[in-house]
């Protein structure tokens, strides 16, 4: 049983209590207290908290390690413009820009690199977080470049992108109990946030296992199995695809396929907690001050796309995307580059240890993270330069 500690903030504790209390059941889905701790618009985790990302942040991401991430998804863009026969405008759309720093890079490489494509740029944020999107738009001062929400933009015409973006969404929590599938609930018991079971509170629940060809109820899982279902996901991928007229949806995550997301062996979930660059398994502490996050099921994302109309075109690897790109390439020429004497030496070795980062294959490494490419209204068979490599069974 878990407990909300004395150092939670104390009016987002307050914000959940009355929310329990004004449960017809005295009780909240796992999802709802999630979506309290992340977002609420006066004290959750991201809307409140201007550096969550980074070295001085709770943890870092790609874009982190330097300019070579963005550059290289620029590289993807520039070609996805010429299979689409280079619309005037294209639109890039990124989800979740965190501080901003793809669209730093991106926006620098087109600018330089591919000219044309640049000048027909329309890059669009859509950004959820005043506090980051504050300095997204104290970094960027690109003209073609606006911030607007998921509800407003007219059917695009170019990609949607998100990095490390739906594994911070809401997640409800169900366990196998009893041979029935039920639901984690949080409820309060002398001002302490305790858990309890109940019935699903959505049939969505169910209906998903049945999406993704899982059976959680049959032998194979042992009672208490207990693990996530990303409903807001799907809802997300809906709204990003009625936003599509012609073109990508580009979703880079950790994340696994459902056989392996769901895989006996894995009978606690995925749900992780971040705090000062450190991870744990209690939610029910530093509320509103730490990360809640779990994996990503792709074979949701595929099966529910296609659902809607999209057409999957590849699923990889962030380190095998990021090498058919020019990762290889770049790794294999610094030394040619490299300033003479030891402070050119120590950046050279600086250099090449993000470069691995970004494709390090280890369990927890950043080049294991999925990448899915989805498309929409393309009249021909489309091959990506970054999906050039045979796809993976994660």
């Known amino acids: 049983m878990y407990q909300g500690s004395a150092d939670s903030p104390k009016h987002l504790l307050e914000v959940i209590f009355r929310q329990i209390q004004s449960s017809s059941d005295q ?39 330097g300019h070579d991430f963005g550059q290289l998804l620029a590289v993807q863009f520039a070609e996805m413009w010429d299979i689409l026969h ?12 965190g501080q901003g720093l793809i669209a730093a890079d991106v926006l620098a490489y087109l600018q330089q690199h591919h000219p044309h494509c640049y ?47 739906l594994d911070a969404f809401p997640v409800h929590i169900v366990e196998k109990n009893n041979n029935q599938l039920q639901e984690i609930y949080v409820t309060a018991e002398n001002k302490t946030l ?3 079971l109940g019935p699903l509170s959505t049939e969505k629940l169910s209906q998903y296992f049945e999406q993704v060809g899982i059976d959680l109820l049959s032998d194979t899982y042992p009672d208490g199995y207990r693990t996530e279902v990303n409903l807001a996901a799907l809802d997300w991928l809906q709204t990003v695809t009625h936003r599509i007229d012609r073109g990508f949806l580009l979703t880079i995550d950790y994340g696994h396929t459902a056989q392996r997301y769901y895989s006996p062996a894995r009978h606690q979930g995925t749900l992780k907690c971040y705090h000062q660059h450190r991870h744990h398994n209690d939610p029910y502490i530093n509320i509103g001050q730490q990360d809640l996050t779990a994996h990503i099921d792709f074979t949701a994302l595929e099966n529910h796309g296609e659902s809607l109309g999209l057409t999957n075109l590849g699923f990889t690897q962030q380190g095998l995307f990021l090498m058919a790109l020019g990762l290889g390439d770049r790794i294999a020429t610094l030394t040619q580059s490299i300033t003479p004497g030891p402070d050119g030496f120590n950046q050279l070795i600086q250099r090449r240890q993000a470069l ?12 294991t993270f999925g990448v899915l490419v989805q498309g929409k209204g393309l009249l021909t068979k489309v091959s990506l330069k970054g999906l050039t490599v045979p796809p993976l069974t994660l």
């Open 27 to 65: 009780r909240i889905p796992f999802a709802t207290y999630m979506d309290l701790a992340l977002y609420h618009p006066d004290h959750g985790y991201y809307t409140t908290k201007a550096s969550v990302l980074g070295p001085d942040g709770d943890f870092i991401t790609s874009p982190h390690l």
């Open 86 to 97: 280079q619309p005037q405008p294209f639109h890039i759309v990124e989800m979740g820009a």
């Open 356 to 367: 691995h980062q970004l494709m390090d294959m280890s369990p927890m490494g950043l080049g």
């Open 119 to 165: 000048a027909a740029l329309d890059y669009i944020i859509i950004e959820k977080s005043p506090a980051l999107r504050a300095q997204q738009q104290q970094r960027l001062t690109h003209p073609n470049i606006t911030w607007t929400t998921l509800e407003t933009p007219s059917p695009i015409t170019g990609c949607f992108f998100s990095n490390e973006l």
């Open 194 to 196: 305790t858990e309890t």
